[in-house]
T-cell receptor, first 114, second 111 residues
């Protein structure tokens, strides 16, 4: 089945730790995105990538890092510099085309600082 | 700053009635518009997209686009309790490789 897979579904982080969230897609999509969602809030863009080995900062990139070594994979690292990381993290992917195309989401990772 | 605005709600609609959700956007040249449904604790699910002025119907859902007034709306006919969710409007402005989301409207269908 084609889709976009995030893992783990739940993740707990201790203060000062870096953690990496996985995102894999087999839809042959060009673009991949990471969003953060806080309770009762909308989606805020962290990073996005249109092509392998290239990515751009979104609106709230501080304290996060990404890589795009393969078209299918776009992992997100939440570093110790992110002071308030508890949130719901969503990965999405889409084709690139004139006027844009729709994005599809993974099931999300809920990160909690303990 | 490119923006997508939605009323946060909650919007309460009786079961069987028509729910009307609205969204405005700031970039006049935007061409692609999307509606996502998000249940509590779940990820957003694409339910409609529209590229041209006018109406697009899919089952109980109708998306309406008015580029001159820069708004896009979603109508849900014969509302069901299972339609209770947050509805996110999203726009892909021209020359922009990002999709910009509104903050969403919470919809409650009253049995």
């Amino acid at each position: 089945d084609g889709g976009i897979t995030q893992s783990p579904k739940y993740l707990f982080r201790k203060e000062g730790q870096n953690v990496t969230l996985s995102c894999e897609q087999n839809l042959n999509h060009d673009a991949m995105y990471w969003y953060r969602q806080d309770p009762g809030q909308g989606l805020r863009l962290i990073y996005y990538s249109q092509i392998v080995n290239d990515f751009q900062k979104g609106d709230i990139a501080e304290g996060y890092s990404v890589s795009r070594e393969k078209k299918e994979s776009f992992p997100l690292t939440v570093t110790s510099a992110q002071k308030n990381p508890t949130a719901f993290y969503l990965c999405a992917s889409s084709f690139l085309g004139t006027g844009g195309t729709e994005a599809f989401f993974g099931q999300g990772t809920r990160l909690t600082v303990v | 700053q490119k923006e997508v605005e939605q009323n946060s709600g909650p919007l309460s609609v009786p079961e069987g009635a028509i729910a009307s959700l609205n969204c405005t956007y700031s970039d006049r040249g935007s061409q692609s518009f999307f509606w996502y449904r998000q249940y509590s604790g779940k990820s957003p699910e694409l339910i409609m997209f529209i590229y041209s002025n006018g109406d697009k119907e899919d089952g109980r859902f109708t998306a309406q686009l008015n580029k001159a007034s820069q708004y896009v709306s979603l109508l849900i006919r014969d509302s069901q309790p299972s339609d209770s969710a947050t509805y996110l409007c999203a726009v892909n402005p021209p020359g922009d490789d990002k999709i910009i989301f509104g903050k969403g409207t919470r919809l409650h269908i009253l049995p």
